[in-house]
């Protein structure tokens, strides 16, 4: 049998039209059975990287999230909202205010769990990089994962959808160690799919109502993409996300580790579309990470043209306010500061991007050499 994936249009986010969506999107994919049944307890793993407002477009909407929740309440499911975001900056208050998510708790009920409490080592059976991880026990223990990502680009991984999104199961601090133990996007992408063969969400269901297109995943570009997916198989749902903004399957490290791992389906032709066709769905003009085009150099060119390409961060003195959340986030100490100012050690950087996800003032560039921005 076909793994079912629909997409479903969605203008805003006004709660009812998103409720619609979202229950036209699960039902189309059959519904509820299997996914939460009477009387289990529900994750809702939304996408809160750090305490940003709706309207920045870094973080699930809260609109989306609160349907979610309602429509698992209806199904007869007690439904908590779980995450902890990157960083060390373990104001967890801040960050639910910040992304709306206080107010879905206020108004459905549905309780906020911190995702950094009651830590649990659990064994990866088939794990690449991690063999154990360190997880909270509410993941371990509810009867049901939903992940609930945004459709955003990644300059590291190229997009950050369903798979991705599981890296927020990850306590604290641990998500930093992902990036210092994987510095290339291949080793982080199975090490994330270690994750997913551990914690295997039952649904997923993507914001992609208002996108982000070039160097996210902070982005100021933000697209109006219009539409809500919903996939039993968050491979499947990376995949037809990926078709829409024009990567292909493989480009992805999670997708492609997923796919090899058997955890997953990243083959459209094992797929059925259902809602609005990819045709339909498609965004030809979709502004791709500046690594997307750097990845697909051949490997003898590139090697002759690397010095000349590169996009890298770069503090911007007219925005830090020195606050030190870069610094002490970087997973290599390649940050310091130099008469006052922010410099970042080139020589150390692993690229990992933390610091540009993480900076409150939006003050970490990405930093393009010429040839880089030609391409582009
Ligand atoms: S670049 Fe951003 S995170 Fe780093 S010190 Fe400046 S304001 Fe803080
Ligand atoms: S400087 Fe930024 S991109 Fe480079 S390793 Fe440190 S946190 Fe990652």
């Known amino acids: 049998m076909k793994t079912k994936v629909s997409i479903v249009g969605c203008v805003d986010y006004d709660i009812g039209r998103v409720k619609e969506a979202v229950r036209k999107a699960v039902s189309l994919i059959g519904g509820w059975e299997g996914v939460v049944d009477r009387g289990n307890r529900v994750l809702v793993k939304p996408n809160m990287l750090s305490a940003r407002p709706p309207e920045d477009g870094v973080t699930t909407h809260p609109a989306v999230v609160r349907a979610v929740v309602e429509l698992v309440q209806e199904a007869g499911a007690e439904v ?3 995450d902890s975001p990157g960083g060390t900056d373990r104001d967890l208050i801040h960050c ?9 708790s206020k108004v459905t009920g549905a309780p906020l769990i911190s995702l950094d409490r009651e830590i649990l080592e659990v ?6 990089i991690y063999k154990t991880l360190h997880l909270s026990r509410t993941v371990l223990e509810v009867d049901s994962l939903i992940t609930v990502p945004k459709l955003k680009t990644h300059n ?13 199961l990850i306590p604290g601090g641990g998500k930093i160690e992902f990036h210092r133990r994987c510095p290339r996007p291949d080793d982080l992408g ?31 570009q933000l697209r109006d993409i219009g539409v809500i997916l919903a996939s039993r198989d968050s491979v499947a749902l990376d995949t037809v996300a990926q078709a829409m903004i024009g990567l292909k399957p493989f480009d992805v490290p999670t997708t492609r580790a997923a796919a090899e791992r058997k955890l997953g389906t990243a083959d459209l032709r094992e797929m059925e579309l259902v809602g609005r066709s990819l045709g ?4 030809k003009d979709f502004i791709l990470p500046s690594n997307a085009m750097v990845r697909r150099i051949p490997r003898p060119i590139l ?8 996009v890298r961060p770069r503090a911007r003195a007219d925005k830090c306010t020195n606050c030190s959340l ?33 900076c409150p003032e939006k003050a970490m560039d990405l930093r393009k050499s010429l040839l880089t921005r030609f391409w582009r």
Not at 96 to 104: F, H, L, T
Not at 280 to 283: G, K, N, Q, V
């Open 80 to 82: 908590l909202i779980g």
């Open 96 to 104: 639910w205010e910040a992304c709306g998510y206080s107010e879905v």
């Open 280 to 283: 339909e769905a498609e965004i």
């Open 326 to 358: 870069c610094m002490s986030n970087c997973p290599v100490d390649a940050i310091y500061t130099k008469e006052k100012s922010v410099r970042v050690d080139y020589k150390k950087c692993i690229l990992c991007l933390c610091c540009y996800e993480l």
């Open 190 to 220: 199975e090490a994330i799919v270690d994750i997913l063969s551990v914690a295997r969400p039952k649904l997923a269901l993507m914001d992609a109502v208002v996108g982000m297109e070039g160097d996210g995943p902070v982005s100021d």
């Open 156 to 168: 590291l991984t190229l997009l950050t959808g369903a798979v991705k999104n599981l890296l927020g």
């Open 123 to 128: 064994e990866v059976p088939r794990g690449v």
């Open 303 to 310: 090697a002759l043209i690397a010095r000349r390409i590169m």
